[in-house]
């Protein structure tokens, strides 16, 4: 009997020995389970670098629309065309296809005797922006900024915010400013003195129809 008995233990034993070992050679399942691992790093990483990317795109256009909205002004070919509205219309018609161009875009113009005395007004912080309009509570909407009339000769800044707001959660990219707001606040600035046009300034027919067409 106690033989029978150890040759049952030996015979399990053996059995244990020979599955333990064929499980550590099975690799079955294996590229699923460290996929797993991964996985939510990975997708982090990859959706983090995209975003970034958007946040250069947007820049780089913001600071190409205000370029070309200031070559405008400086050169007389919008002054007689309006004020602030219209021209964060032009500004927006140079960023043709980003969305919610005009609920997020500020524009100052500030006109001075130097640039050395010229003081942009504060950038609104991104939770100043006032509600939207009915049924766009949720909307925040961003009231344009200071536009001062000038005239030829006259010294400019132009500067233009863009209130991106963030795709993904902040605490994963940390691309948020400030801190907390789920926006990226991204400013564009370019400083000029305009050239000696007409006393009035004009209102070239091109410049009008980008303003037409940046209009919300």
């Known amino acids: 009997m106690a033989f029978f008995s150890n040759h049952i233990i030996q015979r399990a034993e053996r059995w244990s020995l020979r599955l333990g070992a064929r499980f550590r050679k099975d690799e079955d399942g294996a590229t ?43 050169t007389g070919n919008f002054q007689a065309c309006g004020g602030e509205d219209e021209f964060k219309a032009l500004v927006c018609e140079n960023m043709k296809g980003m969305a ?24 609104p912080a ?9 049924g766009q509570a949720a909307i925040p909407q961003t009231p344009n900024g200071q536009f001062d009339t000038n005239a030829a000769g006259d010294m400019l800044v132009v500067r233009s915010t ?9 605490v994963l990219t940390r691309l948020d400013n ?39």
């Not at 790093?41 to 959706?47: C, E, R, T, W």
């Not at 113009?109 to 050395?116: A, L």
């Not at 991104?126 to 009915?134: K, L, N």
């Not at 926006?183 to 006393?199: G, H, L, Q, Y």
């Open 162 to 170: 863009f209130y991106y707001p963030l795709a993904l959660p902040p």
């Open 126 to 134: 991104p939770e100043e922006r006032v509600a939207g309009q009915t």
């Open 100 to 123: 919610s161009c005009w609920k997020n875009v500020r524009v100052d113009v500030i006109q001075g005797d130097s640039f050395m005395t010229i003081a942009l007004p504060a950038v």
């Open 32 to 74: 699923a389970v460290e996929f797993a691992f991964v996985a939510l790093p990975f997708f982090m990483l990859l959706f983090g670098i995209l975003e970034l990317a958007i946040v250069f795109f947007v820049n780089s256009a913001l600071v190409h629309a205000t370029s070309e909205a200031g070559r405008v002004l400086r």
């Open 178 to 216: 400030p801190k907390g707001s789920g926006v990226r606040t991204m400013t564009s600035t370019t400083a000029f003195r305009n050239e000696p046009f007409p006393a009035s300034g004009t209102c070239d027919p091109n410049t009008q129809s980008r303003i037409s067409d940046g209009t919300p």
